[in-house]
Structure formats: structure tokens, C-alpha cells
């Protein structure tokens, strides 16, 4: 849990204390019917307030995932023709390999040229913070990135996370991905 989460339930649980001490008075100590009458309108007000908030929130956190500017991700032939996509809206993350009779994955590249430099879970793609990010999973030949205007890819280090942007090509040993 990080700093904002911890705020945002320790308010949450502070205020339905208090609310649980309002309706205690409200309705055990208090004995005018009016003030009651008026504390009932209240209390419905604030919930549906706070299931608005709550929904407003929840909304707000699902839309984060549409920020990022990468669409799809383009397998790209030797000849450079693009042969297959796969579009990335909604999706949090691809894996990247060959899929086996025991083993799927979301990116299957087992028919592409080079399967045979292709491990079975070769790489992942994640979605994360309004951004993707490519990682090498330990795989035998490696991955690498060439970044938008640079002359040459940089090899991955296996296991850690890179960001990936419009523009961008992987290398899946020596498979290519358009970042589009």
C-alpha cells in the first residue's frame, strides 16, 4: 500500500467513525423527531455523495490505462512488411514467445523467421503508469530496443524493465516489433 492509498483509507475510516458516532446521537440521544427527520436526509446525502466519489475514483483509475500514445505492437517481415498485430488498448500485458501444446503465450512468434532463435517465454510487455515497458526474461538470445532516431539497438539486460514508446523497435532476438 503506498503513501496515498494509506491517506485515502485512514480519511475513509476516520469519517465513517465519526458518521457512527453522528447516528449514535442522532438516533439514541436525540429525541426531537424533526432533527431526526433532518439527520436521516443528511446521512442519505453524504452516501450518495461518497458512492459518487467512489465511482468518479474508479472510473478515473481504468481510464489511466488509455494515456499512452503505443496502439499495437507490429511484427515487421525481413523484407520489412508488417505481417501481423496486435493491438495493446485494454490489454495490461503481452508474453512473448512460442507457444507450445504446454505453454501459450499472448505474442506467438513460432511462425515468424526466426522461431528457431525464439525462447518458449522470451520477453514481456507491461503496461504500467500510462506507459509500456519491455523486459528480457532471461531468454537465450536476448532482446533488445532501438529507440525512435537512434542508429543502433541497445541489448536488454535480462530481467529488467525498459520503456518502450511509439516509434520503437524490438528486437525479439532477431524478430522485430514496431512500437506503433
Known amino acids: 500500500m503506498n503513501g496515498k492509498q494509506f491517506l485515502y483509507h ?45 465511482r468518479n475514483t474508479k472510473i478515473n483509475q481504468n481510464t489511466i ?19 501481423k498485430e496486435w493491438h495493446c488498448e485494454g490489454v495490461r500485458s503481452f508474453l512473448i514467445g512460442k507457444s507450445t ?27 504500467s503508469q500510462g506507459y509500456w515497458y519491455i523486459e528480457d526474461l532471461n531468454s537465450k538470445n536476448g532482446v533488445g530496443i532501438k529507440k525512435r532516431g537512434e542508429e543502433y539497438a541497445l541489448r536488454l539486460k535480462p530481467m529488467t524493465s525498459y520503456k518502450v514508446e511509439q516509434g520503437d523497435i524490438i528486437y525479439i532476438s532477431k524478430v522485430k516489433l514496431l512500437v506503433r
Open 65 to 83: 490505462m488509455y494515456l499512452s500514445n503505443v496502439k499495437r505492437f507490429v511484427l515487421i517481415t525481413q523484407n520489412g512488411e508488417p505481417e
Open 101 to 127: 501444446a504446454n505453454h501459450t503465450v499472448d505474442m506467438d512468434l513460432s511462425d515468424s523467421y526466426y522461431m528457431d532463435y525464439i525462447s518458449p517465454a522470451h520477453a514481456v510487455l507491461n503496461y
Open 10 to 54: 485512514s480519511i475513509t475510516i476516520l469519517l465513517l467513525f465519526v458518521l457512527a458516532i453522528f447516528l449514535y446521537f442522532l438516533y439514541f440521544i436525540n429525541t426531537n423527531i424533526e432533527i431526526k427527520i433532518l439527520g436521516t436526509i443528511v446521512v442519505i446525502l453524504l452516501l450518495i455523495l461518497w458512492f459518487y466519489v467512489e
